[in-house]
Nanobody, 123 residues
Framework: QAQLVESGGDLVQPGGSLRLSCAVSGFTMDFYAIGWFRQAPGKEREGVAC????????YYADSVKGRFTASRDNDKSTVYLQMNSLKLEDTAVYYC????????????????WGKGTLVTVSS
């Protein structure tokens, strides 16, 4: 059974750092693009970052560029999101998801999702 499990969410002060992990099981993630989304209270889910499996290109939302870094370790079946210089507005539940065709576009979010991990940025 395909499964994505996020971890690493925590309470952190503004300016702090966290590293989220997304552990994949039940399928070979080598061929999938893996993306990160987030949903803040009262807001719609938004895309944060994505890594293509086709060419390794990484995509980031403008709001996190220069602060967040996505990476993947196919041998460990794990995807990471390193988050630095965290801001209050980064508070959200963070989810990982997949794109079966390996690209970070149409199919992203259309098959597997994790249940999320909560990141709270507060002083």
């Amino acid at each position: 059974q395909a499964q994505l499990v996020e971890s690493g969410g925590d309470l952190v002060q503004p300016g702090g750092s966290l590293r989220l992990s997304c552990a994949v099981s039940g399928f070979t993630m080598d061929f999938y693009a893996i993306g990160w989304f987030r949903q803040a209270p009262g807001k719609e889910r938004e895309g944060v970052a994505c890594i293509s499996s086709k060419d390794g290109t990484k995509y980031y939302a403008d709001s996190v560029k220069g602060r967040f870094t996505a990476s993947r370790d196919n041998d460990k079946s794990t995807v990471y999101l390193q988050m630095n210089s965290l801001k209050l507005e980064d508070t959200a539940v963070y989810y990982c998801t997949t794109a079966i065709d390996g690209w970070c576009d149409y199919y992203l979010g259309k098959n597997y999702w994790g249940k999320g991990t909560l990141v709270t940025v507060s002083s």
